[in-house]
């Protein structure tokens, strides 16, 4: 099915350790963006593309890399992974040449110890 | 800067009752509104999305009202169902500065029992 696709589903990181988390569209949505949501926090935004080439910041940028190198990706790096970081991150996109909203993965749940 | 309220934060009826959840805002410059739901460990789906110009959206038991000079959209679930229990979020995006980043809610957690 089209959509946007997280990998992986789950994660446990060691602090200090770095990983990629994975992020997928076959949309041609031009927009993409992370958000972590935790429990009483809402959905934060942390970095957003519009355009392959193209970066800026969310609300909660620190600790956290990403590139877009492709329409396609837009992989969301943790340098080194703090347990602050423990969350649940949610990948969306969007065309934004339409009035349509925001298109949201399934998620990657991450437990930093 | 756009607020966004939902009220209230959680909700426990009866099956069969016709409910209303509230996404109140501040700023009517409003681009448009989505409904999303989240089912517990998953996802946001989208539910209905209300253009700036419209004043609601239906999709089956759901029917998403926008009443920008009172600066509130209501989503109205008729006959719920155990099936209706979920995380009900609204998403505001806004008229100026980019209409691709919008102010949510923090939801309306939902418990239908049988």
């Known amino acids: 099915n089209a959509g946007v696709t997280q990998t992986p589903k789950f994660q446990v990181l060691k602090t200090g350790q770095s990983m990629t988390l994975q992020c997928a569209q076959d949309?041609?949505?031009?927009?993409m963006s992370w958000y972590r949501q935790d429990p009483g926090m809402g959905l934060r935004l942390i970095h957003y593309?519009?355009?392959?080439?193209?970066?800026d910041q969310g609300e909660v940028p620190n600790g956290y890399n990403v590139s877009r190198s492709t329409t396609e990706d837009f992989p969301l790096r943790l340098l080194s992974a703090a347990p602050s970081q423990t969350s649940v991150y949610f990948c969306?996109?969007?065309?934004?040449?339409?009035?349509?909203?925001?298109?949201f993965g399934s998620g990657t749940r991450l437990t930093v110890v | 800067k756009q607020e966004v309220t939902q009220i209230p934060a959680a909700l426990s009826v009866p099956e069969g009752e016709n409910l209303v959840l509230n996404c109140s805002f501040t700023?009517?410059?409003?681009?448009?509104l989505q409904w999303f739901r989240q089912d517990p460990g998953k996802g946001l789906t989208s539910l209905l999305l209300?253009?700036?110009?419209?004043r609601e959206q239906t999709s089956g038991r759901l029917n998403a009202s926008l009443d920008k000079s009172s600066g509130r959209s209501t989503l109205y679930i008729a006959a719920s169902q155990p099936g209706d229990s979920a995380t009900y979020l609204c998403?505001?995006?806004?008229?100026?500065?980019?209409?691709?980043?919008?102010?949510f809610g923090r939801g309306t957690s939902l418990i239908v029992h049988p």
């Open positions: 969306a996109s969007k065309d934004l040449d339409s009035v349509y909203g925001y298109t």
């Open positions: 949309m041609n949505h031009e927009y």
């Open positions: 593309s519009v355009g392959a080439g193209i970066t």
């Open positions: 700023d009517s410059a409003i681009y448009n």
């Open positions: 209300i253009q700036s110009s419209q």
């Open positions: 998403a505001l995006f806004h008229a100026s500065g980019g209409s691709y980043i919008p102010t």
